[in-house]
């Protein structure tokens, strides 16, 4: 649409917006329908004057939600899905969705007939919760609720937590159930699979495994050292990816032996690896930084809440010892996020940046769907001064931006003020305006004066 002037831009942006409130509108009132049929049939048919038998093939009164949902006919699915042009499974399922919302979720439900979030991150959460007791789903319900501003991914892994820890013996049990089926697999060649254009598997193979959390982790972290290795010690005419040498990384651990002379022969100090015998002392482990999220209950022990760590999610106590009983374990300070840090340089050194990013769990763009621990820029909301004054450079004036969100702030003309500490609110190009904190992305509607500048501003009620 080259050409297009400011008015026709806003008018696109104000159809994009009201587009959202429409299709949310759309999705709840098919929660509703969905509700009002299971409602006209949750009566019991086999207790209708000539009823057939269930056992013969007729209609039963089953329960397609959780714990606290109603009884619904069986049978009833096939003409409403009729209506909505849809499977009779996939409508049945979304009844099922609709009840545990409506029953067990009640906080979220009137979440989303509030068009605070989309529909189908409210279902998801119910089919996630549903083998939870009535008692045990208030934790995620309220939980929830108090997330829907927050993007889906965000939800969904706060869901994930509070799923955990409403009901650990079940986590626990999977996590057994799984380890029982722990293996390792190699992929088996189907004729025409080497010639095939789009994946021709002509002269590799897929090794694929499913391993305990700690073991995986520790396995990558070998393919990834030596992986390494290679790219500095490795003989090759031409550069390889990184995902290149980890296959070659990986080829090599299969042949030990090799692996240990390449090791051996890049070694700088093998003498200090030597015990008192002369004999070979293991190689040392790489350290690695593991970021733990505990509330202050669990620290002092009143508590035994799921723990988050970053890149693996939630944790339970057990899961967590595991991982960190494979390493040499050094703990590091408590970052204490009431406090602020500022330096007189431009770039932002690590204790800002981990700050920081602690605060607004990584990007700061409105709506983002970025989870901790994803690689973004620092940037500054007051552009630094090299005249200015000292402590530009600090938590006060950080934004963390994933590098497609600071290119565009940087050269499209969004405008970003940083209100407080992980508080920030945007002005786009043509006018739209969000404050995004660390709960989520609230739309805003900003009052200016005479002269264009901000005097004030009205958050659009949910």
């Known amino acids: ?14 159809c994009a917006q009201a587009g959202v409130v429409a299709r949310r509108q759309g999705d709840v009132d098919d929660l509703r329908r969905l509700l009002a049929w299971a409602d006209v049939h949750s009566g019991d048919p086999q207790a209708e004057p000539g009823a057939l038998a269930g056992g013969r093939g007729g209609p039963v009164l089953v329960t397609v939600g959780g714990e606290g949902t109603p009884g619904v006919n069986d049978l009833c699915f096939a003409e409403i899905a009729v209506a909505r042009g849809a499977g009779v499974v996939a409508t049945q399922n979304l009844t099922a969705d609709a009840l545990d919302l409506r029953h067990r979720l009640p906080r979220v439900w009137a979440g989303l007939q509030a068009l605070r979030c989309e529909v189908w991150v409210g279902c998801r959460v119910a089919r996630m919760s549903r083998q939870l007791s009535l008692k045990a789903v208030a934790i995620v319900d309220a939980a929830v609720a108090a997330a829907l501003a927050e993007s889906p991914s965000r939800i969904l892994v706060i869901a994930e937590a509070k799923v955990i820890e409403a009901d650990r013996v079940a986590h626990e049990e999977r996590i057994a159930a799984n380890r029982v089926r722990r293996g390792v697999w190699l992929s088996r060649p189907r004729p025409g699979d080497a010639v095939d254009e789009v994946e021709s598997t002509a002269g590799v193979r897929s090794v694929v495994g499913r391993l305990d959390e700690a073991e995986a982790v520790e396995f990558f972290a070998a393919v990834e050292e030596l992986a390494q290795a290679l790219a500095v010690h490795g003989h090759y005419d031409v550069a390889p990816s990184m995902d290149q040498l980890r296959a070659d990384a990986m080829g090599l651990l299969g042949r030990p032996a090799e692996a240990l002379a390449f090791l051996d022969g890049i070694d700088e100090h093998p003498d200090e690896r030597a015990d008192a015998d002369g004999k070979r002392a293991s190689r040392p482990r790489g350290r690695a930084m593991i970021y733990v999220h505990l509330s202050a209950d669990a620290v002092t022990g009143l508590s035994d809440s799921v723990a988050r760590v970053e890149g693996f999610g939630p944790m339970l106590a057990g899961q967590v010892a595991d991982l960190l009983g494979r390493r040499d374990v050094v703990v590091a300070p408590v970052i204490d996020l009431n406090q602020t840090h500022a330096v007189n340089g431009y770039e932002h050194p690590t204790v800002v940046k981990r700050r920081t990013e602690l605060r607004t769990c990584g990007d700061v763009f409105p709506h983002s769907s970025s989870l901790p621990g994803v690689r973004v820029d620092h940037d500054h909301p007051v552009p630094y001064d090299g005249h200015g004054p000292p402590g530009q450079t600090g938590d006060h004036n950080d934004s963390p931006l994933t590098r497609r969100h600071h290119r565009a702030k940087t050269h499209l003309g969004y405008r970003l003020d940083q ?8 002005r786009t190009p043509h006018g739209l305006a969000r404050v995004v904190t660390p709960r989520g992305t609230a739309n805003v509607t900003l009052l200016t004066n005479t002269a264009g500048d901000i005097i004030g501003e009205q958050f659009m009620a949910d």
């Not at 649409?1 to 104000?14: D, N, Q, T, Y």
Request: proline residues 5%.
């Open 419 to 426: 209100l407080g500490l992980g508080v920030y609110r945007w």
């Open 1 to 14: 649409m080259a050409g297009s002037g400011p008015c026709e831009k806003r008018e696109i942006l104000a």
